[in-house]
């Protein structure tokens, strides 16, 4: 079955470019994006990989490790990584598992018989330090995934977890969020002393609570 919001993100012991790791070592107290890609030497995972190693800074800002999840063999990934170093000019140093055996893209249901019988499709796991997952998305092998919208869903769970604030649409960091509903009015200003707007009694907003 597949893995859903406020499941527990299961443990695996892995192969990866870094070493061995258990799962649950490697990400203790961190927050988690687990993603995986189709195959190595491939154009649009290799950008894909590029631009996840040269955010790197801007994950390790949010507590975050990334580990990057294919079928293919741990020599492919090593070779492979040159490729990504030279073309995007970057350095990745984040894991990439050789999930050669399948056993974690079957924990978490990233193949998909019917897009590819052998292919992992760009699933992204974000996971909180509480080993619960917060976020899932699914894209097809064919569409590059936006990896500054995961580091803004990150900002926006991050700020759920610490606030009773949910973030509105295309929200960016430094914007006004919104108070949760579960939130009396009558309490916002105890709580949010930076000021707030009600615009409707469902709809209070409130100047971001952590800059
Ligand atoms: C790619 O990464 O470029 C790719 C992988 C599998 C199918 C299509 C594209």
Known sequence: MSLRLGDTAPNFKAVTTIGEIDFYDYTENSWVVLFSHPADYTPVCTTELGRTAQLNAEFEKRNTKVLAVSVDPIDSHHGWIKDINETQNTNVEFPIIADADRKVAELYDMIHPNASATATVRSVFIIGPDRKIKLT?????????????????IDSLQLTADYSVATPADWEHGQDVIVVPAIPTEEIPAKFPKGHKVIKPYLRTTPQPNI
């Open 137 to 153: 998305l699914t894209y097809p092998a064919s569409t590059g995934r936006n990896f500054l919208e995961i580091l803004r869903v």
